[in-house]
């Protein structure tokens, strides 16, 4: 991994903690993260780790840049050897894949996309070397992902399945973006996973949907009163495929406040999980069920 | 005490000075795209700075007040008109209870501010009254204004008066071809020398996509890639990187042919490279700006971009003190 910093005008500073993609980039950049939060540095106004780079926003009447720039690169050698190790939360997201809601619109896309004779689905499971939709859905939801990064549209997750890299799904974006894309859509795009937190625009390939929000303004439904969005960076989480019965339950369920989701404390280890992917992801989703 | 919306206008909706804090969430600090006029229009009436007041876009609303008010329109030159009768832009006047606020058409600018003394007083989400349509956050209803609303306004602070004027030295006006200083940087070595050369020294033209997310740019030769094999995760174009955080006036450049500075309701990451970010100091003048206009991005260093954020500080100075003084 090489660092890099850039400045982003004359009130932001990037720092790349990788080119690629990895959980070790996206872990470095949660602990620089945590220790710019922790360190109080006068100025700073926005706090933001992504995939495999960070950025803060600093009003440059109350910090220098140099200074700014000083400030992180002493916090990114002091978090530089940080133990891997993250406390954090196991989430369960029903998902009601090969749904009709993102059929229609998938269906309203095929110029835009790469296969127009095939489903988002029938396309990713073809390239990445699947018998059948069936077969991918079943690999998208074996293994935990972890939640890389929240933003684009307010409180979407970002996802990185938890597997060896030779067995993450990777599918290019649309070629042009929809114009449409339902809200609560769990898409895929490059080896990212997303749960579209609101309809609109998008370029990630879609497989599902989720009847649980995620994201609510409003701060009515009972699990968003405290705070209007489910996810933060770092959390987990476990896809559970669900049926069309099951779906129209849950939806009835949040309607009514008697939804609650299943959501569990845990510790993540990196060296863990590079040790025995398959034992670390069992202890996850074990928490998950309560056993 | 409110105000009754007859009609919207093209896109109008409550700002104040925005909502930092939760970009890393993904919602956006919002707030007027020009501070500068949504902080004179407040202080013409007597409000704090950072009070809620109507950014209307192209176009005027049509509004009828409940009761009387003191009212200032900063920004465009977007003429106002009480009953028909024309008002002067930058300058405080009152609304009488029932009297009807209209507005000519669009001389100048992009984005006009109507401050009612006491601010528009819709709810405070999350530290702020501004909207952000795109998360249904926020101002009226999460949404721009639609007929039918009503607004309410909070009460006035003492010493609202009228007749307060901006000097015609501290009104802005937005330059026939608009020159965004940029500071180099980010991604910027994604694209060859003689492409990022041609970048600044080429003239664009602002898209018709041009919004409170971004403005979109076109026109001009399309960026040449530094061959490379992409890193693991950042997609198959050469415009790709892996997902990351968008600085507010970032320009990213997808595919190498449209540029899109990111404002202030900006998507707050996504795997498109930048080139560099427009500085603070000029993120009020891109709000000002309307399609189809001529642009220049200019190069600066971050000792120039300092510059004029103290310039820009010093305007906002005399600003106050010829409103405290008038």
Known sequence: MTTRMSFGGDDHIFVELDEEMSLEACFRALSLAKAVRESKIRGVTEICPANASFQIRFDPDLIAPKDMWAELESLEDATEHAEPVLKTRVIEVPVFYNDPWTRETLMRFRERHQAPDMTDLEYAAKINGYSSPKALIAAHAASPWFVSMVGFVAGLPWLYQMVERAKQIEVPKYLRPRTDTPRLTVGHGGCLGCVYSVRGAGGYQMFGITPMPIYDPQQSISYLRDFMILFNPGDIVRFRPIGRDEYDAIVREVEDGRFVPRIRPATFSLDAFHADPAASNAKLVEALDGH | ?326
Not at chain 2, 12 to 19: C, N, P, W, Y
């Open chain 2, 1 to 326: 005490m409110a105000i009754e919306v007859i009609k919207p206008g093209l896109s109008t909706s409550v700002q104040d000075l925005g909502r930092p804090g939760y970009y890393h969430l993904g919602i956006p600090e919002s707030g007027g795209m020009d501070h500068y006029a949504l902080r004179a229009a407040n202080l013409l009436v007597g409000n704090d700075e950072g009070a809620a007041v109507l950014e209307a876009t192209f176009q005027g609303p049509e509004v009828r007040f409940g009761t009387s008010a003191v009212v200032a329109v900063t920004g465009a030159e977007l003429p106002p008109q009480l009953d028909g009768k024309a008002c002067p832009t930058w300058t405080s006047f009152r609304v009488r209870a029932g009297q009807v606020l209209g507005f000519g058409f669009l001389k100048r600018g992009a984005r006009a501010y109507i401050a009612v003394a006491g601010g528009i007083d819709v709810p405070v989400v999350l530290g702020s009254r501004s909207t952000y349509a795109l998360g249904a956050l926020g101002g009226f209803q999460g949404r721009a204004l639609r007929a039918g609303d009503v607004l309410p306004v909070g009460a006035p602070k003492d010493g609202s008066r009228e007749g307060l004027s901006v000097p015609d030295s501290l009104r802005p006006v937005p330059p026939a071809v608009p020159h965004l200083r940029v500071l180099p940087g980010l991604y910027d070595f994604r694209v060859t020398k003689a492409a990022l050369k041609g970048f600044f020294d080429d003239t664009w033209r602002v898209a018709t996509e041009a919004d409170r997310i971004g403005y979109r740019f076109r026109g001009s030769r399309a960026l040449e890639f530094v061959p490379r094999k992409q890193p693991f995760g950042a997609g198959s174009d050469p415009s790709n990187i892996v997902d990351t955080c968008y600085p507010y006036g970032s320009i990213q450049i997808p595919g190498g042919s449209e540029p899109i500075v990111l404002h202030r309701d900006a998507v707050s990451g996504g795997g498109y490279f930048m080139i560099g970010t427009v500085i603070s100091a000029d993120m009020d003048l891109i709000g000002q700006m309307q399609p189809n206009i001529s642009t220049r991005f200019v190069p600066v260093d971050m000792d120039r971009a300092l510059a004029a954020r103290h310039e820009a500080g010093e305007q906002m100075v005399a600003l106050r003190s010829s409103l405290a003084s008038g």
